[in-house]
């Protein structure tokens, strides 16, 4: 059964730091571009980065708003997959969600067919 699990979310102060996990089971996350998205409430589900397969080059690719403070990163040994998020935001507070596909496409988050259940992230003082 193929599955993603999402990990690592929490409550942190604004310009603090956190990194999300995810887990791949039942799939080899080098084989998919593995995005990851967040959504506010009241808000649409968006983008946030992307990385390609291993076979297309791992490439990366984020929303511009985030370039600057997050990165994105894959360990294939222990088939994850990571967030690294930075200089945090009360803005950047939402659920993320990591999701794997064929292709990296994080302007249209449903194109991705397989979704962690998401971590809660919120920054706050």
């Known amino acids: 059964q193929l599955q993603l699990v999402e990990s690592g979310g929490g409550l942190v102060q604004p310009g603090g730091s956190l990194r999300l996990s995810c887990a791949g089971y039942g799939l080899t996350l080098d084989n998919y571009a593995i995005g990851w998205f967040r959504q506010a409430p009241g808000k649409e589900r968006e983008g946030v980065s992307c990385?390609?397969?291993?076979?297309?080059?791992?490439?990366?690719n984020y929303a511009a708003s985030m370039k600057a403070r997050f990165t994105i990163s894959r360990d294939n040994a222990k088939n994850m997959a990571y967030l690294q998020m930075n200089s945090l935001k009360p803005e950047d507070t939402a659920v993320y969600y990591c999701?794997?596909?064929?292709?990296?496409?994080?302007?249209?988050?449903?194109?991705?067919?397989?979704w962690g259940q998401g971590t809660q992230v919120t920054v706050s003082s």
């Open positions: 999701a794997a596909d064929r292709w990296c496409n994080i302007d249209y988050p449903g194109t991705f067919g397989s």
């Open positions: 990385i390609s397969s291993g076979s297309s080059g791992g490439t990366t």
